[in-house]
């Protein structure tokens, strides 16, 4: 079964840094295109980045120069490089795996910036 896990969201401090991390298996990693989102009570889920299977980026103009999208495909792991974190930023981050036609999202890992 495909399965994507997230992790290293947790508190950080307004300005701030995380690296997020989603781990995929049951898949044949390099085929696919992954893309992180993220989702605060209330709202829409809402795109943040994306990396093609050939490695093409492109990003939200929200998080744009902030948010930095990238793949290890020996590892079969997306990241997401947050820098300059604001409270904005807090909701609950997920991975998405696209693979022509089927989707595949993770469980989310919450990320709250707040002093």
């Known amino acids: 079964q495909a399965h994507l896990v997230e992790s290293g969201g947790g508190l950080v401090q307004p300005g701030g840094s995380l690296r997020l991390s989603c781990a995929a298996s049951?898949?044949?990693?390099?085929?696919?295109?992954m893309g992180w989102y993220r989702q605060t009570p209330g709202q829409q889920r809402e795109w943040l980045a994306g990396?093609?299977?050939?490695?093409?980026?492109n990003s939200a103009d929200s998080v744009k120069g902030r948010f930095t999208v990238s793949r290890d495909n020996a590892k079969n792991t997306v990241y997401l490089q947050m820098t300059n974190l604001e409270p904005e930023d807090t909701a609950v981050y997920y991975c998405?795996?696209?693979?022509?036609?089927?989707?595949?999202w993770g469980q989310g890992t919450q990320v709250t910036v707040s002093s």
């Open positions: 990396v093609t299977r050939d490695g093409l980026t």
């Open positions: 998405r795996a696209n693979n022509v036609g089927t989707v595949y």
């Open positions: 049951g898949i044949l990693f390099n085929n696919v295109n």
